[in-house]
């Protein structure tokens, strides 16, 4: 008995954390409970498109931050230089396409955009995409932190997204 519940005990953090919801447990399909089709645009994006678009934000940022740091004598001094300005460049980029535009630069090349969720599936589509500088501003700022994009619910969004009630899902 001592051993069982032992495993019980272990297996309730190693599965690692979950956010529950009632609504979600009962849907068909991720972001049925957010008024979301099952497929195509609009329908929330895979992980793996997530991490495509985040990638290719992140060479992009990369690439602007190495400008910045030009006037480095070597190119190792030019490489060890550029982690700061990087970061910079990927946050402010960030919060101001996805305020701007709904998505960033690698977002809109991986075929996706954030959304509003906290409105009703029938509302205006244009108010509902619109993110709002409060929302890309905490969102981006939760990113940087790295482990709410760690921790999805079971529509497979992450934290950062639940905090500020936004979805990344499919445009195209």
């Known amino acids: ?35 979301l089709p099952a497929d195509g645009p609009g329908a929330l994006a895979s992980g793996w498109r997530r991490c495509g678009g985040l990638l290719a934000d992140w060479l992009m940022a990369y690439a602007v931050a190495f400008v910045f740091v030009a006037g480095e004598p070597t190119v190792e001094a030019k490489l060890n230089a550029v982690a700061a300005p990087q970061l910079a460049v990927w946050f402010i980029i960030g919060v101001f396409t996805v305020t701007l535009f709904g998505f960033t630069p690698g977002q809109y090349v991986a075929g996706l955009r954030v959304i509003r969720v906290d409105l009703a599936p029938d509302e205006n589509a244009q108010l509902r995409a619109a993110v709002g500088i409060v929302r890309a501003l905490v969102r981006q700022l939760l990113i940087v932190v790295i482990v709410p994009a760690l921790i999805n619910d079971n529509n497979g969004r992450a934290l950062h997204d639940r905090v500020t009630r936004t979805a990344v899902v499919r445009s195209r």
């Open 1 to 35: 008995m001592g051993q069982q519940s032992g495993r019980r005990a272990a297996g309730s953090w190693l599965s690692g954390p979950r956010v529950d919801d009632v609504a979600a447990k009962d849907n068909e399909y991720p972001g049925q409970d957010l008024g």
